[in-house]
């Protein structure tokens, strides 16, 4: 579906005008798990982009009819154990507040919802999923 990757796109941008007004360091940007960054590497926070569609259904009888998808962005600061969490809170929270409670190209963003923080493969992970919802021609 053309709308699915114009919204994929236009996170990415937001995501991007975003990673321009952070100037603690030079940010890495990993997306949609490309692995496009090394994190053995880096001695900051980097952060991680994710979009997760998780629904959809038919929103109206119209003779056009549209679909609501439904998912979320998940925004993801990684950092190394033992590095202190609070570069890691600082860099979510500049990242998520813009992109929450508005409108994205088509699609509607809702409240950033925190979640628990976890430690995987020697990095401590914060997340926050941003849910949104999208209509999209049916057919």
Known sequence: MQDLDNFRAAVNTAIE????????Y??????ENRHIVNPDALDNPY???ELKFVDSGQR???PIRTQRVLGFVILTVKCKVGAGTSGALKL??????????????????????????REVKGFW????????W??????
């Open 92 to 117: 979510l929270e500049h990242m998520y507040k813009p992109l929450h409670c508005r409108k994205l190209g088509a699609a509607n963003m809702e409240v950033a919802k925190l979640v628990p923080g």
């Open 125 to 132: 992970c914060q997340s926050i999923m941003i849910p949104f």
């Open 17 to 24: 005008a975003t990673r321009a007004t952070f100037t603690d």
């Open 47 to 49: 952060l991680c982009v």
């Open 134 to 139: 999208l209509d999209t021609q049916a057919f």
């Open 26 to 31: 030079s940010l890495a940007v990993d997306y």
């Open 60 to 62: 109206d009888l119209n």
